[in-house]
């Protein structure tokens, strides 16, 4: 056969080899690939509803960085995008993450000792209860400090005001509401205070130390303590939805020293993919360790603080969750204009950060306009949440992640609370406080009622929970374990170890209860002895300016003494006092003019009031001008004392 003919027969047989093999099959698609349109297919569902204008999310993997991308836009007047690299996202709460790594490092150095008092070391820190137990580094990093847990007044839209330390301010905020060490309760003041003490054990301000300390070391050249100004122009804006649906543009906001350890850092996506990898590498960051591998340890041990075997733990500060039916260790940031979430997932070596643009808002001050305003947008933000935006974001993402048998959970014996034993009215933690305000507001609000159906069920805010045997239950719809325990506050309660929820019967300490009372008793006292002089004629009118005078003063003790923080976030007292004054002599004189115009009608009619017509006219008249001023001046009363 001639070369020619070999060739034409080899071409033939390689054709016909050709033809008859299976097609190639298609190159695998890459983790980036799935996880970038996981991300991209979340993040359409909530842009359709036009609610959030944008975010960022980051992930990392067992070989190192996944994928970062900005969505939507960082401001909604000039369209730009968000840019994972450069865009600022506030990210509020996630902060105390940070502010946990600050403590442990000056623990592990030696310089802070976790069981020492810190009031003795730095007597300018105010902590002003009476209280005689200790204020501990640990008890701040478990959130067992016994602290209010509120923000008002610590917000500002004043960039100045955000680089001086307000004493009058922290005075007011630094006052523990319960027995310290006691139950964990979420608790920004106290997260705020820890990041001072830290920072003070390295001799530098809280921003400083952060930079240096931590954000340095992991590589987080872009983020910072705060909002320079010379980074506003890439940070993201603050967005708020209003009644209506609309989105609007608000100010940015700044925390104020003493408590930027709660809240203050502004990241990058990528800047936050440095933190999450070195999570995922046991405390090592690029320039060397974090966190040694003991500090880790703590930082990452869910035992080291869990309120209840099944109970999600707590390490410190760093919380425990399930995410996709996963495992994952996380925590969650509110800021203005904000929503975020951080989720580390050891068993699958995988670690998700989301932030989204949109937060209901922190108040600037305590006040009735605060709650109305958000109270009329609830129903919007139902609709489009930020915090669930982000759940869904990562819940997609972490879904891609290697599967996780799930944990059995076998109740421990004792103690027995049936659901007869547990059934009452429970106040969260979080919130207790003092103050009357905050009982009739942030009790009906936050606090919660465990209602017994029938021998093995109990309902929490409608939830059916199925007894477990001894003090467990889990709820039926989630499958999520709740259990119940007795403290020295009383019979406690908690879903996780950051949120528990102490039995009460209405108030939430007896001296709250006493003072109202007792407040309430000098009223009326003063409401009676005004009717009876003006029964006397004018000429004994200037007794009841007396009785206005000894009222609103015993009133300004009250509150400046046991309610400040809660009214008045900021300000000179001087202020405040001239407010509150001015506040009571209206009030006082609205009912005194109700009641002469009663009168008026009274002597129209003929007849003469009596003594107990005349007592109910003041008690009448008091109650409605009480509701105008409440409605309509507290917000007035409380910029007097947010910006004095």
């Known amino acids: 056969m001639t070369p020619r003919r070999l060739a034409v027969l080899a071409s033939l047989l390689v054709t016909l080899a050709c033809a008859g093999a299976a097609p190639a099959a298609p190159a695998p698609v890459s983790t980036q690939a799935r996880v ?99 204020v501990t580094v640990r008890q701040l990093l478990a959130h067992e400090g016994g602290f209010d847990g509120d923000l008002g007044g610590v917000m500002t839209e004043n960039r100045d005001e955000a680089l001086r330390v307000d004493a009058t301010l922290m005075k007011r905020h630094l006052r523990r509401v319960r027995t310290p060490g ?23 301000s809280y921003h400083d130390a952060m930079q240096k300390m931590v954000l340095a070391p992991m590589g987080m050249d872009s983020s910072s303590i705060g909002l320079p100004s010379a980074r506003e122009a890439d940070a993201a804006a603050c967005h708020r939805i209003e009644t209506d649906g609309r989105v609007t543009v608000c100010p940015h906001s700044f925390m104020r020293p003493g408590f930027q350890g709660a809240g203050a850092l502004a990241a990058t996506g990528a800047d936050m993919g440095k933190y999450l990898q070195m999570m995922l590498d046991g405390g090592r960051g690029p320039h060397g360790e974090v966190l040694s591998p003991k500090a880790f340890a703590d930082y990452t041990n869910m035992n080291l603080n869990r309120f209840a075997p099944g109970v999600p733990g707590m390490g410190e500060l760093l919380e425990e969750t399930t995410l996709a039916g996963r495992p994952a260790l996380y925590h969650t940031g509110g800021y203005d204009g904000f929503s975020t979430g951080v989720y580390i997932m050891p068993q699958a070596h995988w670690a998700i950060f989301v932030s989204v643009e949109q937060y209901t808002g922190l108040p600037r001050y305590q006040n009735l306009g605060f709650i109305l305003d958000a109270l009329k947008r609830k129903p919007v933000l139902d609709k489009s949440n930020g915090y669930q935006a982000v759940e869904d974001i990562a819940a997609a993402v972490a879904d891609l992640s290697p599967a996780v048998a799930p944990q059995t959970f076998t109740p421990p014996p004792s103690p027995l609370l049936p659901p007869s034993k547990v059934a009452g009215f429970y106040d969260a933690a979080r919130a207790q406080s003092p103050s009357f305000f905050d009982q009739l507001v942030a009790g009906p609000l936050f606090g919660s009622t465990v209602t017994a159906q029938g021998a093995r069920t109990i309902l929490i805010k409608g939830e059916p929970l199925d007894w477990l045997g001894g003090a467990s239950y889990r709820v039926r719809k989630t499958g999520k374990i709740v259990a119940f325990k007795p403290t020295s506050l009383g019979l406690a309660f908690s879903p996780d170890s950051s949120g528990a929820f102490v039995k009460a019967s209405g108030w939430r300490s007896p001296a709250s209860a006493a003072l109202f009372f007792l407040s309430l008793l000098v009223f009326l006292v003063t409401a009676i002895l005004a009717a009876a002089c003006a029964r006397k004629g004018a000429r004994k009118t200037g007794l009841i300016f007396l009785g206005v005078a000894a009222w609103s003063l015993f009133e300004l003790w009250l509150e400046l003494q046991v309610y400040p923080a809660l009214w008045y976030g900021a300000g000179a007292t001087a202020p405040i006092v001239l407010g509150r004054l001015l506040f009571q002599l209206a009030l006082l004189a609205g009912v005194f003019a109700l009641w002469r115009s009663g009168r008026a009608l009274f002597a129209r009619s003929g007849e003469r009031p009596g003594w107990l017509s005349s007592t109910a006219l003041v008690l009448a008249s008091l109650g409605f001008i009480g509701f105008l001023i409440e409605v309509a001046g507290w917000g007035l009363i409380g910029r007097i004392g947010a910006s004095g």
């Open 36 to 134: 970038e349109a996981a991300a991209d297919a979340a993040w359409a569902k909530i842009a359709a509803h036009e609610a959030i204008p944008g975010a960022v999310v980051t992930v990392v993997g067992p070989d190192g960085l996944v994928f970062t991308k900005g969505y939507g836009v960082r401001d909604i007047r000039t369209k730009a995008p968000v840019d994972p690299n450069r865009t600022l996202f506030q990210v509020g709460s996630v902060t105390k993450l940070f502010t946990a790594i600050l403590a442990l490092q000056a623990i592990d150095s030696g310089r802070l000792n976790p069981d020492a008092d810190i009031r003795g070391r730095y007597p300018d820190l105010p902590i002003t209860d009476h209280l005689k137990a200790p």
């Open 182 to 204: 006691v139950l964990q309760a979420y608790d920004n003041t106290g997260v705020g205070l820890l990041g001072e003490a830290a920072a003070r054990a390295y001799g530098l």
